[in-house]
């Protein structure tokens, strides 16, 4: 059943746009989680869905009203869906009890005595029934954000939408947090999650959309995102993929320029020594040694590619000339030492010659 | 506000430290220097021509008032010498008295109501100046009437012998006969004359029993009886009252005002109705007179020197109850002034929370004004300009005056709190379903009032003190107040102390309300120990 429709939705700053064109279905029951790069417009994109940001153009239609025309009440709109703050943001002057229960009290004037009976209920399954006579300012992040989660589900929201829940937490409270939105996801709960936790995502969605360049750059299952993206952006994300690229098209190139700028390359992206040491090896014993002597392979495409998720790295050469396998037909000692090194290597030759290697650490 | 930090709301001892001080001070100040200048009996005679005269204080230090001018006739009587602005007759007699000048320059009238009351200082009997004393009329046309009318009246009294009648009663040495039928007395049918003057200059205009007295008062009450006039007397700075006049606030000017072109200019003069002499005033024993004994320093004598200042200043005439009026003013006027000026200060904040093209700059526009003119300017384009001509009183013009100052600070403070709080709190709001206006209320401005509340007392002291300029528009709050009474005593310390000491709580009062103010509105907090025990209920 849809739950929210959103058509051609477009949001510009001056001098930026966020958001190009969004289109989707949010259905009762997803959990869907947002990633891609910072700045591509993941948090302007939930912020349009309950009208903090007002969109420059589009459609969001929400149980039937589109909350972007004039006539619709957006406030009554917004109890309907709660939503969670990277920054919590937790109400200063009301301790933990009262925050959670001001706006049913309030809004939906439900009995005191009722609403803090359900608060006491919510404040007990996040784990902060201790603390609820506390102030904001006396909890640690972790707690906090599990208060706002409870001050969300106070209201009996439809959906509630997650703004990056754990990006301001210590790394040692973004687990209590987790597992209490992963229990509502067990609930049945409709939440939309802005994360930058891969594993997290993997494991607790039913939807995954990659945004970039302003759009759902690319959308599945969280399996057919994390493990079989289809689109080269997607799949650099998802692996966290670093790369260095170079040419060398002469015979006397600069050696250990070369080795310094994978050193370099190596360094910046945490590479275990050993990784680059070999990088570098793999480098000298095939391109340096052995096929720069060839005019004909000129220019040789040096690419190399590693991954922060499985911490391997992928060397491949490009280079011209005739059907010729280094490894095979090359140095015997060279070939010896690289087989060594890498964990798989593959020549190919259709009408260039082509070899990837890779390693793992 | 510290005392809000440790949490104590009784008087703390740096308080009782600053008032015992001021004490320690008045007494100290009070028995040196009421006194007077008894410390030797020498006859100033530098000419050695066995008579003290004029010639004699060429060269020295000449006390002269402000807002008169007298430097022509010091440097042509007394050549060479230099002279000290004073703002009233009590600062300047005090001056004397303690030896900052050698000698004063004053109207007759004065020097004799002084030198009467305090024999320590006596005239050289030279007249340096004689000039008419007049009243001075409005320029607008209704004051023809009253101007034609006074002339005849003044020209009458000379000839029936009232004026002379007049003259043995207030210069004279009988104090009972110095009394004004009130002025509730006078029939008013053909309708009121309002009169702006300044009531410390005794014996021509003067505070005496709490009520305005003084032979130009007494002239005027005879006028008004005559002429079937009621008489309002309006007390204000002496500097003030030819403006005032000048602008048509008030019908007639008074308090020893002499014929001079540039007054001609803007406002018309009577005949004259009192011819007199202006003298330099010295300490008596410089001419060998007065009491020379020189009193041994001891304790039980600056006790006493004490009792008879208090005497003076307070007991005399029930002179504190023109203090307890003072104070009844400054405290209408500021406590007025902070409950408007929060009100339009608060709503000039939420204008600006609009973000309307027209309000934010109109908001921005109208405390920058405010605040870059001086108050007292402010004050008197309020009283003289945009008042001018309504017959608003002059505290409510203090008020309303003080009311925009306040206004323009509070609501610069108050935005400065709510600048302060994230703006996260107010998504938070809206994103439960709390409208903007609910936000504000609920979770923005509460939060941004602990903030500000610091700042704001010290503002509202601030305001508080600010006050004591309005005697420039005829108010009597406690500053105006003390200068009357020292205008009387002819002592400084006391009077000052006392105002200062009065500020002081006054100020302390507006501490410890908003202290009060901030724990009601500051979050409870629970001591752990307590929590297990409210857990269980609510």
Not at chain 1, 35 to 60: A, D, Q, Y
Not at chain 1, 244 to 271: C, H, K, Q, W, Y
Not at chain 2, 78 to 102: C, F, H, R, T
Not at chain 2, 312 to 321: A, I, L, P
């Amino acid at each position: 059943m849809s739950m929210i429709t959103i058509e051609h939705l477009r949001k510009e700053f001056p001098g930026l746009t966020p958001l190009a064109d969004v289109n989707t279905t949010i259905n009762k029951g997803d959990v869907i989680s947002i990633i891609g790069p910072s700045g591509t417009g993941k948090s302007t994109f939930l912020r349009c869905l309950n009208g903090l940001e007002t969109p420059t153009s589009g459609k969001v239609i929400v149980d039937g009203e589109d909350i972007t025309s004039g006539d619709c009440n957006i406030n009554l709109i917004r109890r309907k869906m709660g939503m969670v703050f990277q920054s919590f943001n937790l109400f200063g002057n009301l301790n933990i009890l009262e925050n959670v229960i001001s706006a049913p009290v309030n809004l939906l004037k439900i009995p005191k005595d009722e609403a803090i009976a359900e608060a006491r209920e919510l404040l007990k399954r996040v784990g902060m029934l201790e603390k609820q006579y506390n102030y904001p300012d006396e909890l640690s992040g972790g707690q906090k954000q599990r208060v706002a989660i409870a001050r969300a589900i106070a209201m009996k929201p439809e959906i509630i939408l997650f703004d990056e829940p754990t990006s301001a937490l210590d790394p040692t409270m973004v687990g209590e947090v987790l597992s209490v939105i992963k229990g509502l996801a067990r609930e049945g709960m409709t939440m939309m999650i802005v994360t930058h936790e891969m594993r997290f995502a993997k494991d607790v969605s039913t939807r995954v959309f990659y945004m970039d360049e302003g759009i759902i750059y690319e959308e599945g299952t969280p399996e057919q995102i994390f493990d079989n993206p289809q689109k080269e952006k997607t799949r650099k994300f998802i692996k966290r993929l670093k790369t260095l690229t170079f040419d060398v098209d002469s015979a006397t190139f600069d050696l250990p320029g070369i080795n310094t700028m994978i050193e370099v390359f190596g360094r910046d992206n945490s590479l275990a020594p050993r990784m680059i040491r070999n990088l570098n090896l793999i480098f000298e014993e095939l391109t340096a040694a052995d096929l720069v002597q060839k005019a004909e392979t000129l220019p040789i495409h040096v690419d190399i590619e590693y991954s922060e998720t499985d911490e391997s790295a992928k060397i491949s050469l490009t280079y011209g000339g005739e059907d010729y396998d280094p490894l095979e037909s090359g140095d015997p000692l060279s070939a010896k030492i690289v087989k060594n090194i890498v964990s798989s290597a593959e020549h190919t030759y259709t009408d260039k010659n082509s070899i990837v290697m890779e390693l793992r650490s | 506000m510290k005392s809000s930090s440790n949490g104590s709301r009784k008087i703390l001892p740096v308080d009782i430290v600053i008032i015992v001080a001021l004490i320690a001070l008045v007494i100290a100040l009070v028995g040196i220097l009421s006194g007077g200048n008894d410390d030797n009996g020498k006859i100033v005679d530098t000419n050695g021509d066995g008579q003290v005269t004029l010639a004699d204080y060429s060269g020295k230090k000449i006390g002269s008032i402000t807002g008169v001018n007298y430097d022509d006739i010091i440097n042509k009587c007394v050549p060479g010498s230099e002279i000290m602005y004073y703002a009233n007759y009590a600062d300047m007699i005090v001056a004397l008295k303690s030896g900052m000048v050698d000698a004063i320059i004053l109207d007759e009238p004065v020097l004799y109501a002084i030198s009467r009351q305090d024999p320590s200082i006596a005239g050289i009997p030279e007249d340096m100046k004689p000039w008419d004393m007049s009243f001075i009329f409005s320029p607008k046309p209704n004051c023809d009437l009253l101007l034609s009318q006074m002339n005849m009246f003044i020209e009458e009294c000379k000839e029936d012998g009232t004026m002379e009648e007049l003259q043995t009663i207030w210069f004279g040495d009988d104090e009972s006969k110095k009394i004004i039928p009130p002025l509730t007395d006078l029939s008013g049918e053909a309708g009121v004359v309002n009169v702006a003057l300044e009531s410390v200059y005794e014996p021509i205009v003067y505070i005496k029993d709490k009520t305005i007295v003084g032979f130009e008062v007494d002239l005027l009450y005879r006028f008004c009886q005559k002429y079937n006039y009621s008489l309002v007397l309006n007390d204000m700075d002496f500097d003030a009252i030819l403006p005032a006049v000048s602008v048509g606030k008030y019908d007639i000017g008074a308090s020893g005002m002499s014929y001079n072109e540039e007054h001609a200019e803007s406002v018309r003069m009577s005949t004259p109705h009192y011819s007199t002499g202006t003298l330099l005033a010295v300490p008596a024993s410089d001419l060998g007179m007065g009491n020379t004994a020189n009193d041994s320093f001891s304790l039980s004598g600056m006790i006493d020197k004490v009792k008879s200042s208090v005497n003076k200043n307070f007991v005399k005439e029930d002179r504190w109850q023109l203090i307890v009026k003072g104070i009844g003013t400054t405290c209408l006027i500021t406590f007025i002034s902070i409950l408007a000026g929060s009100i339009m200060g608060f709503g000039i904040c939420l204008l600006r929370r609009t973000d309307s093209r027209l309000a934010n700059p109109i908001c921005n526009a109208y405390t920058r004004f405010i605040q870059g003119i001086p108050m007292v300017i402010l004050l008197m384009i309020l009283f003289y300009v945009v008042f001018g001509k309504s017959k608003i009183s002059s505290v409510c013009v203090a008020t309303i005056g003080f009311t925009l100052i306040f206004a323009a600070s509070a609501s610069e403070i108050i935005q400065s709190g709510l600048n302060s709080i994230d703006n996260g709190q107010r998504e938070a709001a809206l994103a439960l379903g709390y409208t903007d206006t609910q936000a504000f209320f609920r979770f923005l401005f509460p939060q941004a009032a602990l903030r500000f509340i610091p700042l704001y007392c010290i503002e509202m002291i601030t305001l508080l003190n600010d006050t004591s300029i309005v005697g420039y528009i005829a108010v009597q709050d406690v500053t105006k107040m003390s200068d009357i009474v020292r205008s009387r005593s002819y002592e400084a310390a006391l009077p000052l102390i006392t105002s200062t000491l009065i500020y002081f709580l006054l100020a302390k009062v507006i501490s410890l309300v908003m202290d009060r103010l901030f724990k009601t509105i500051q979050p409870k907090r629970i001591k752990p120990e307590d929590k297990t025990m409210i857990g269980g209920e609510d």
